[in-house]
């Protein structure tokens, strides 16, 4: 079982910045990796970015405005989210993916065996 925990969401203006954090916990932490994901209002979960053992990757919208990172001495990835635009206005999660299905499965919300709760992370114009 992995528990994870995310903190950071709140409401910026357009240009602003925010930092999310998610802290993983569990007896399996060590047999998966962590991603970012996030659902737009009215629309279907999808992937953000990742960073895990240097393999990095992003959705094409955010791609030099957002930043994933991980300290694995605290089990905790980090999205640096900047010049957010109201676009971005979204519930974000972290998700853990089993290790054995590959770097791949890390943008795929269906691979994602377990949930961080979610933060808001709100762009006004």
């Known amino acids: 079982q992995v528990i994870l925990v995310e903190s950071g969401g709140g409401s910026v203006q357009a240009g602003g910045s925010l930092r999310l954090s998610c802290t993983a916990s569990?007896?399996?932490?060590?047999?998966?990796?962590v991603s970012w994901f996030r659902r737009p209002p009215g629309k279907e979960r999808e992937f953000v970015g990742v960073w895990e053992d240097d393999y990095t990757y992003y959705r094409q919208s955010v791609r030099g405005r957002f930043v994933a990172s991980g300290d694995k001495s605290k089990n905790t990835a980090y999205l640096q989210m900047s010049n957010l635009n109201p676009e971005d206005t979204a519930v974000y999660f972290c998700?853990?993916?089993?290790?054995?299905?590959?770097?791949?499965?890390?943008?795929?919300?269906?691979?994602?065996?377990?949930w961080g709760q979610g933060t808001q992370v709100t762009v006004s114009s």
């Open positions: 998700g853990a993916v089993p290790k054995f299905k590959g770097y791949y499965a890390l943008r795929v919300p269906h691979e994602v065996d377990y």
């Open positions: 569990g007896r399996s932490v060590d047999d998966y990796r």
